[in-house]
């Protein structure tokens, strides 16, 4: 039986659909009712699932496959910890786009979205370093942004390089569960 107010598609549903990209897709709850319908989730970058660690372009099939498996069915808020690996390589390496945060030739990460399915994907980006933990002014803006997002009934994912470890960081930073 299906509660009220729920999708006809649950997130057991959607891992059974699409077990691959997203990588580590999980729905967080937060503790205090404060987000007013906004839903909370956290995954790994695009083409974790698929091409692992390898240091190898992500395919536009996968990129693909990862936007579809999102949730959401309105706009989708992207809240972006992806910064460098713990030697200097850059977590936007694996795309044909990059950071707004980086300098290049190539479109940023929210530009690249828009040209490709319009304004339903939004990025906050909010650079760290994979297994360095999250620096405190940016854990802080990172929660702060989450929190005014669900306060106002988005759905927000937030993404790290396995959807693991910073994501959880900042989801039980506002008290959150899965």
């Known amino acids: 039986m299906r509660a009220e107010g ?7 549903d959607m ?3 699409n ?3 997203p990588y580590n897709l999980a729905e967080w709850v937060p503790r205090d ?3 007013e319908g906004g839903r909370l989730f956290t995954c790994g970058r695009p083409g974790r699932g698929t091409i692992g660690r390898r240091r190898e372009r992500v395919a ?22 992806l910064g460098s690996k713990k030697d200097g390589y850059s977590e936007f390496g694996y795309y044909p786009f990059r950071s707004a945060k980086e300098c290049g030739t190539n479109p940023t990460f929210q530009e690249w979205l828009t040209h490709r399915y319009g304004s339903r994907l939004i990025v906050h980006e909010f650079p760290t370093v ?7 002014p940016v854990l802080t803006g990172a929660r702060r ?11 927000v994912v937030v993404v790290d390089s396995a959807g693991s470890q910073r994501t959880a960081r900042v989801c039980e930073g506002i008290a959150a569960r899965k």
Not at 7 to 12: A, D, I, N, V
Not at 64 to 78: A, D, T
Not at 130 to 136: T, Y
Not at 150 to 155: D, N, P
Request: with cysteine; charged share 20%; net charge negative.
């Open 6 to 12: 729920k999708s006809p598609t649950s997130y057991q």
């Open 19 to 21: 077990p691959q990209e």
């Open 15 to 17: 891992l059974r659909m």
């Open 33 to 35: 009712a404060v987000h």
């Open 145 to 155: 942004c989450v929190l005014g997002l669900l306060e106002k009934g988005s759905t």
């Open 130 to 136: 994979d297994a360095r933990g999250i620096p405190p």
């Open 60 to 81: 536009d099939e996968t990129l693909e496959q990862w936007v579809r498996g999102l949730p959401g069915q309105g706009i989708v808020h992207l809240v972006s910890l």
